[in-house]
């Protein structure tokens, strides 16, 4: 089992930054594949960011492309996703996913954090 706790969730205004962090702790051997989802109210929870163990793979999703980056620091079991220019479209519910074999992805996640809230303001 991993569990998966994040943090970095606030409030910011359109234009600003800020960067979620999502530790890993159990069989942390077990985290090929770590990666970002989102979920606005009354609405489907979405695919952000991924990224490979050696961290030379990353993907994203369009709307998030050039403005967010994911990474992370496998000596810590930690995966980071640093978001800038800030929209107001990106209030969300922000969870951490692990798959144990591939960057996690819709319908591939085996593991999932408990989430925490991303308010963006005019």
């Known amino acids: 089992q991993v569990q998966l706790v994040e943090s970095g969730g606030g409030s910011v205004q359109a234009g600003g930054s800020l960067r979620l962090s999502c530790a890993a702790s159990g069989r942390t051997s077990s985290t090929y594949g770590m990666g970002w989802f989102r979920q606005a109210p009354g609405k489907e929870r979405e695919y952000v960011a991924g990224?490979?163990?050696?961290?030379?793979?990353?993907t994203y999703a369009d709307s998030v492309k050039g403005r967010f980056t994911i990474s992370r620091d496998n000596a810590k079991n930690t995966v980071f996703l640093q978001m800038n220019s800030l929209k107001l479209e990106d209030t969300a519910v922000y969870y951490c996913?692990?798959?144990?074999?591939?960057?996690?992805?819709?319908?591939?996640?085996?593991?999932w954090g408990q989430g925490t809230q991303v308010t963006v303001s005019s």
């Open positions: 990224i490979n163990r050696s961290g030379g793979i990353t």
């Open positions: 996913a692990v798959n144990r074999y591939i960057i996690p992805g819709p319908g591939t996640v085996d593991y």
